[in-house]
């Protein structure tokens, strides 16, 4: 099943569905060719504030890092998708228990506790990751983030979604005035 194939995964799903956020999870069997090279399909597509994203989730430990096929195909997305949904990458790093978060509890991000450690989760525009990845192997074909920069573009992923729930008690609300 989408959105269930590892922990990040799972967690990020489980907190979608904690919280009342619609969520399409997506199926990696069917994958779309741009260019003769078969593009890797995001994980989510969920509601924003402002708009609508496509969210591939990268589960990381410490570092944040892409390959080039992420960046080709969320590159590939964007215009497929036209301007209709959103592209970006979804970072979430997990420290088992007991684990200091050293750098990561300076990172603006969403923070999910579960008994077997602490995920962080956060978002980083495809702009942004156009701009700020730099080559981190050659023989892997990565990307990595200077830490820094990173840290200063990356948003926590509950401060740009909407809640819907929160916004169907409040039009029920404003309609029985």
Known sequence: M???????????????????????????????VIDSRRLKNFDFVINGCRQVYALDLKGR??????TADDLFSMMAWRGLLAGAIEPAFLFGFFLPAAKPAGRLADLSAMVLVKPSGTYRFCVLGLDDTQRLARPRSARWNTYGFEWAAFARHARAVDALLVNQAEQAATATLAAGR
């Open 61 to 66: 430990r410490a570092s944040p890092w892409i």
């Open 2 to 32: 989408a959105g269930s194939r590892n922990h990040y995964e799972r967690a990020f799903a489980g907190w979608l569905t904690e919280t009342g956020l619609a969520a399409l999870a997506v199926d990696e069997r069917h994958r779309p």
